[in-house]
DNA sequence: TATTACGTTTAGTAAATACTAAACATATAT
DNA sequence: ATATATGTTTAGTATTTACTAAACGTAATA
């Protein structure tokens, strides 16, 4: 029966929606990635909307952090004024991407005021034993944060190279 | 003066709960692991309560799940019956605990229904053009997460080797 | 056995977030 | 110029999540 593809698509959106939600987006956008990716055919705005029972305007603004994050692209065809959107499919891609978008943003200046922290420390010098203590935790911690961050722009580094690639490599290493 | 020390103590405490929130936790959270970080000595509950303005039961409840986390660390003083607590200070270590945990919950379950598809698509064949489409589809996506599977697990078999030395390893690629 | 010192659980509240419905803006077609 | 088709913004609502206040459980002490 024709019904059971369909069937079988639903289960994977809500599947894709958990996903989203556990890294702490929202569902509509797992359920948005979910119809385009399984779409043979790039699609409307409303053909998302119909498919996924979002509104408008929730596909709207959400298909544009998607777009953003390099998760899905958006198109148009020639005599048509409608935008439509296809899922990227290279993930290693994607996650580059995401990654790139987060360097910025309210993580980057959480991680700033650690460093802020660091030369505050340095500044007002006390010398004293909670002193050096609190300083040298804090330094620990942006040295962490720093090793996090080049980690970061190696991975963004990794123009052709497919994560798998990296799992080969870290499971040599042990 | 001294009290400047409390300050800059407590501008660190706000950037760590900003960085906790960015990463989906409460930032609560982050607020505790902060002074348990900064703090020389071991924290009891009540000096938790007092430094971070939450209640005894936010403070309960989080410090459990930072335990299961493996940020904090819970012990007991002999002759008495309260509880202390430190913050973990090797992080690589922390980063590997929490892959661990996050390989059961929520996440796997959700990863686990991708693979349901794939299976309810071989046993519900049709041989039409969108099947083949779907199929194909959604077994890439399978494969990603697998990837990604195989290097969490790859991480956390990295007992020694800090994760620096994967960033230096990383970079050596490109 | 009653009291005290703790940690935990629970029931309710406050705050944050995702989403809806509808007004709006803009470009195209009539 | 008016109407239509489209995407965006906005204002409000519903849901979720973090947190509070207080009851509760429990073990140690008196």
Redesign the pocket.
């Known amino acids: 029966m024709s019904n059971s593809l369909n069937q079988i698509k639903k289960n994977f959106t809500e599947g894709l929606s958990q996903i989203s939600?556990f890294w702490g987006?929202?569902?509509?956008?797992g359920a948005i990635f979910a119809v385009l990716y399984l779409s043979p055919t790039a699609l409307?705005?409303?053909e998302i909307v119909e498919r996924t029972?979002?509104?408008?305007?929730?596909v709207?603004?959400?298909v544009?952090t998607l777009a953003r994050m390099g998760l899905v692209h958006r198109s148009s065809k020639l005599?048509d004024?409608?935008?439509y959107y296809t899922a990227e499919t290279d993930f290693y891609a994607a996650i580059r991407s995401i990654l790139q978008e987060r360097q910025n943003s309210e993580f980057d200046r959480a991680v700033r005021s650690v460093k802020e922290t660091l030369t505050a420390l340095e500044e007002n010098w006390v010398e004293n034993e909670e002193w050096n203590f609190v300083y040298e935790r804090v330094k620990a911690l942006q040295e962490f944060f720093d090793a996090i961050d080049s980690l970061a722009k190696a991975v963004i580094r990794l123009e052709s190279l497919g994560l798998s690639n990296v799992t080969k490599i870290l499971s040599v290493l042990k």
């Open positions: 939600r987006f929202p569902k509509g956008m409307s705005l409303d029972g979002l509104t408008k305007g929730a709207s603004t959400e544009r005599g004024r409608k935008d």
